[in-house]
C-alpha cells in the first residue's frame, strides 16, 4: 500500500490559494508622492478661484482701453450712429473675445504649472474663477466706460458734435464663456501632454511563485501532472 503524496492538511509547494511569500507584494516607487488630501485641494481650489477671478479686473482695464469706440452723434431731437456702416460694435465684442481666449490660456497654464497634482477640486476652482473673472471684466468695462445715459451725453456734447457710445457687449454669453472655455481646453491639454503618469508597480516579488503546474482539483487535463495513486492503492 503506498502513502498519499500531499497529506491533506499541508499545502502543496504550488498551492494557488496559498498566501503569497513575505516581500512578494508590489513594491511602491521611489519617489512617488501621495495626491493631497481633500482639505489641502480644498484650499488649493479656493486660491485658485480668487486669483483668476482677480485677474478679470486687469482684463476689464484692457478692454477698456483696446476696445474701439462707437461714435454717436445728437441733432437734439434724436441721437444716430455717425457711422452706420462701422463695424466698431462688433469690434467691442471681438475684442474681448480674444482678451478673454488669451487670458483663459495663461491662467490654466500658470495653474498647471503650480499645481500640476491638482484633483478635480483645483479644475473646478479654475473653470469657476474664470467664469467669475470674464464677468467681472465685463462689468468693469461698462463702469469704467462711457456713461450709458446716452441722451444726458448727448444733451451735454451739444448738436453735431460727436461722443463715444457707452462700452457694451451684444453677444454677453459668448463673451464671457471664452475665458472657461480656454482655460478648461489648455488645462486639458498640458495634463494630458506633460501631466503625471502613474507608475506601474514592482511585481518582480511574484517571480517564480507560480511557476509549475497546479495540482489538485485546479488541475486541468492540460497541466502536465499525473494523477495520485489513490490511498489504498493496488496490492501486489
Do not use: C
Not at 503506498?2 to 499545502?11: E, N, V
Not at 501532472?225 to 492503492?233: C, D, E, L, T, V
Amino acid at each position: 500500500m503506498t502513502a498519499p503524496l500531499t497529506p491533506p492538511h499541508q499545502p502543496g509547494p504550488h498551492d494557488p490559494w496559498q498566501a503569497p511569500p513575505s516581500g512578494s507584494h508590489p513594491a511602491p516607487s521611489e519617489g512617488r508622492t501621495d495626491n493631497p488630501d481633500t482639505a489641502t485641494e480644498l484650499r488649493q481650489a479656493a486660491v485658485v478661484l480668487v486669483a483668476v477671478a482677480l485677474a478679470g479686473i486687469v482684463l476689464g482695464l484692457l478692454w477698456l482701453w483696446l476696445a474701439p469706440r462707437v461714435p454717436l452723434v445728437s441733432d437734439d431731437t434724436a441721437v444716430f450712429l455717425k457711422n452706420s456702416e462701422g463695424e466698431e460694435a462688433i469690434g467691442a465684442d471681438g475684442t474681448f473675445v480674444l482678451l478673454a481666449l488669451g487670458f483663459g490660456a495663461l491662467s490654466a497654464a500658470a495653474v498647471f504649472w503650480r499645481l500640476r497634482r491638482g484633483g478635480v477640486l483645483v479644475v473646478v476652482g479654475l473653470a469657476l474663477g474664470s467664469l467669475l473673472a470674464a464677468l467681472i471684466a465685463w462689468r468693469v468695462g461698462v463702469w469704467l466706460g462711457p456713461s450709458s445715459d446716452v441722451v444726458a451725453r448727448a444733451r451735454e456734447a451739444g448738436r453735431g458734435v460727436t461722443f463715444d457710445a457707452p462700452l457694451e457687449l451684444h453677444s454677453v454669453w459668448v463673451a464671457v464663456l471664452a475665458w472657461p472655455f480656454a482655460a478648461m481646453g489648455i488645462h486639458l491639454l498640458l495634463t494630458a501632454a506633460f501631466g503625471p503618469r502613474d507608475v506601474e508597480p514592482d511585481w518582480s516579488g511574484y517571480a517564480g511563485y507560480y511557476d509549475g503546474p497546479v495540482q489538485g482539483p485546479l488541475a486541468g487535463p492540460g497541466s502536465g501532472s499525473s494523477p495520485s495513486p489513490p490511498a489504498g492503492g493496488d496490492r501486489t
